[in-house]
């Protein structure tokens, strides 16, 4: 019995009537929560029972965005139960709070507790809660040398490297080009620190998401004839702190 993947093969067997009934608009947004997880196809009234039966036995979720970030946070936390945090706090330049990790984070404090579970005032999401903990477990304790690299260089970084361009530093740039000095303002509030640089840009910022992996902002303001243009640079010992996929979350976050 072959499974069924698609939405379409569940609308084919529903009558179509969009009645609503179901708790969704349409008949085909049903066949897609059905698929997600989101619906039962027992919340369809024209469904037979012996016809939900037959699909069910033949269905097969997709897993979410959100189910793949909550598999790789309790692998991960595993992974934290194992460690002796009194040797981990100066390696990590974290403190030791009540027996958890303090990590300061874009100038606030997050409490990584030995089960791997993350206390803050902050909001708490998967943009903060991943890298913190890869951190936990891969940061070297190497310090930053001062030496500016793009992301691409860092190994692991080549498969993500489009991504950090394209959902990082380009909304970056198209949201500094629209309120410029309110998003200047808003990194300022989270610890950013203007630097001279070498390289003539207008603004260059140094921001610490984690104690040691800085990020350096660059933007150049739009000049006539000439469009704006930011990056994002990385110290050359992030890569030996913390892998690349956490730094592409934790530039994301600050998007």
């Known amino acids: 019995m072959s ?93 030791l709070v009540d027996g958890n990790l303090a990590i300061n984070c874009l100038g606030k404090d997050f409490l990584i507790t030995p089960l791997g579970e993350m206390l803050s005032d902050c909001h708490l999401n998967h943009w903060i809660y991943v890298p913190l903990l890869h951190y936990c477990i891969c940061c070297q304790g190497k310090e930053p040398r001062g030496e500016w690299v793009p992301y691409a260089t860092l190994p692991g970084a080549g498969e993500w490297s489009q991504y950090f361009s394209h959902r990082c530093e380009e909304p970056l740039r198209q949201l500094a080009d629209a309120h410029r000095e309110l998003i200047f303002e808003m990194l300022h509030l989270f610890g950013a620190k203007p630097v001279a640089m070498s390289g003539g840009a207008d603004h260059s910022l140094l921001i610490l998401p984690l104690p040691k992996v800085p990020f350096l902002i660059n933007y150049w303001e739009p000049e006539e004839g000439f469009a704006s243009k930011l990056n994002i640079l990385l110290d050359r010992s992030a890569g030996e702190n913390i892998n690349a996929q956490s730094i592409n979350l934790l530039a994301r976050g600050i998007i």
């Open 3 to 95: 499974e069924i993947k698609n939405p379409l093969e569940i609308y084919a067997a529903l009558a179509k009537t969009n009645c609503g009934q179901c708790g969704v608009p349409s008949c085909m947004a049903f066949a897609a929560a059905i698929l997600q997880g989101q619906k039962q196809l027992t919340a369809c009234p024209y469904l037979d029972p012996a016809r939900v039966a037959q699909l069910s036995r033949r269905i097969v979720q997709r897993r979410t965005l959100e189910d793949d970030h909550q598999q790789a946070i309790q692998a991960l936390q595993r992974e934290i139960a194992g460690l002796d945090f009194s040797l981990v706090a100066p390696r990590i330049g974290a403190r």
